[in-house]
């Protein structure tokens, strides 16, 4: 006959549980997320005969994986060729794991070098708004480039909306009620 355990089983978070190495299970599967892409990106970049290094970490509850390489043929005019390759690598993120992945690409620093320019454009406006009273409209924006520019508004104390359909959403800055 066998023993019958008497203590009741632990309900465990699946997203706080931790593997044996002191990572979250969350924290595996981004960057088992991160890894996939990185492959997928190393191999495309195989195929067009593309050097570059590829780099990946977990930041803001994301996986991030950076190409560092000089060639801006893999951002493209505005960023496309990068937004482009950005959702290839995340629908093979989605092959593999099943969900839909909120991976972020960035090659040769652009978003970095893109997030500075929209947060001193961001402040331009705040300062014109200030100023004058009068709601500012902004060019139309991507939705990550939108998220830069809403958070740096509403860091400056000012509140921000977003108009119009894509392709030509576009953030307003508006003065305080």
Same mark, same amino acid.
């Given at each position: ?19 044996? @190495? ?6 595996? !599967? ?53 937004? !482009?390759?950005?959702?290839? !690598? ?17 090659? !040769? ?18 300062? @014109? ?49």
């Amino acid at each position: 006959m066998s023993e019958e355990n008497n203590e009741l089983p632990t309900v465990v978070d699946e997203d706080q549980a931790e593997s044996s @190495e002191g990572r979250s299970k969350k924290e595996v !599967a981004l960057e088992n997320e991160g890894e996939i892409a990185a492959d997928y990106l190393e191999e495309l970049m195989d195929i067009v005969d593309l050097d570059g290094d590829i780099d990946t970490f977990i930041e803001g509850g994301r996986a991030h994986v950076s190409i560092l390489n000089g060639s801006e043929v893999l951002v493209g005019r505005d960023g496309e060729v990068l937004e !482009a390759l950005q959702e290839l !690598a995340r629908l093979a993120v989605m092959t593999e794991t099943g969900p839909r992945s909120r991976l972020m690409l960035d090659i !040769a620093g652009h978003r970095e070098t893109r997030r500075t320019a929209l947060q001193e454009l961001a402040a331009d406006a705040v300062t @014109e708004v200030k100023e004058s009273g009068e709601p500012v409209r902004l060019s139309p924006m991507n939705p990550f480039e939108r998220k830069i520019v809403h958070d740096a508004v509403a860091a400056a104390g000012l509140i921000s909306e977003s108009e119009g359909e894509e392709p030509q959403r576009r953030v307003v800055v508006l003065p305080k009620a």
